[in-house]
T-cell receptor, first 117, second 115 residues
Framework: GAVVSQHPSWVICKSGTSVKIECRSL??????MFWYRQFPKQSLMLMAT?????????EQGVEKDKFLINHASLTLSTLTVTSAHPEDSSFYIC?????????????FGDGTRLSIL | AQKITQTQPGMFVQEKEAVTLDCTYD???????LFWYKQPSSGEMIFLIY??????QNATEGRYSLNFQKARKSANLVISASQLGDSAMYFC????????????FGGGTRLMVKP
């Protein structure tokens, strides 16, 4: 079964709205989670690394004031798209790693399709 | 810097036949891991198989096997006995132990299985 839960699956909202996406590790503690963005027919682009109890590390070109990340507990990270505009429409997907060695894969949530009207 | 290259944007395979999806990588690190993920049209990323840089044997998981050629820096995914449900995007990814737990993804290959 799923080990990472992401909510909501779909969001359609008006321009200017802020949208919060949650990512939960279901049966393990994740000190690090990752947030990706994926455009149609393209690969995953890492946006930021979410660290429990500290500030997220953003990739170059990602606006940290636009994409707020909070990792308040060992099982929950949230991504808030602030004042969303149509160009923010995309597929957002999170992942987490279960500790246990270098062979542990990143487990992904099911993703969130965000459409800004 | 790390880089993953998947040279096949799209591939067709006949149902029940085997198919190889290519992946080459570039890294200066000695210790790294290679992963393959499947992404159906619904969007979720499904972990398929892992190969460690120090693993001497090629990884296998059911119908999936990884043809790891370290000297050539390639990690091709082989799917045997293709099924219609195998139609999806496939991503090769690498994690270097010197880069923490970050994954670098290739551009992906869209596999279409014909009945």
């Amino acid at each position: 079964g799923a080990v990472v839960s992401q909510h909501p699956s779909w969001v359609i909202c008006k321009s200017g709205t802020s949208v919060k996406i949650e990512c939960r590790s279901l049966d393990f503690q994740a000190t690090t989670m990752f947030w990706y963005r994926q455009f149609p027919k393209q690969s995953l682009m890492l946006m930021a690394t979410s660290n429990e109890g500290s500030k997220a590390t953003y990739e170059q070109g990602v606006e940290k004031d636009k994409f707020l990340i909070n990792h308040a507990s060992l099982t929950l990270s949230t991504l808030t798209v602030t004042s969303a505009h149509p160009e923010d429409s995309s597929f957002y997907i999170c992942s987490a790693i279960r500790l246990g060695g270098p062979n542990q894969p990143q487990h992904f949530g099911d993703g969130t399709r965000l459409s800004i009207l | 810097a790390q880089k993953i290259t998947q040279t096949q944007p799209g591939m067709f395979v006949q149902e029940k036949e085997a198919v190889t999806l290519d992946c080459t990588y570039d890294t200066s690190d000695q210790s790294y891991g290679l992963f393959w993920y499947k992404q159906p049209s619904s969007g979720e990323m499904i972990f398929l198989i892992y190969q460690g840089s120090y693993d001497e044997q090629n990884a296998t998981e059911g119908r999936y096997s990884l043809n790891f050629q370290k000297a050539r820096k390639s990690a091709n995914l082989v799917i045997s006995a293709s099924q219609l449900g195998d139609s999806a995007m496939y991503f090769c990814a690498m994690r270097s132990n010197n880069a923490g737990n970050m994954l670098t993804f290739g551009g992906g290959t869209r596999l279409m299985v014909k009945p």
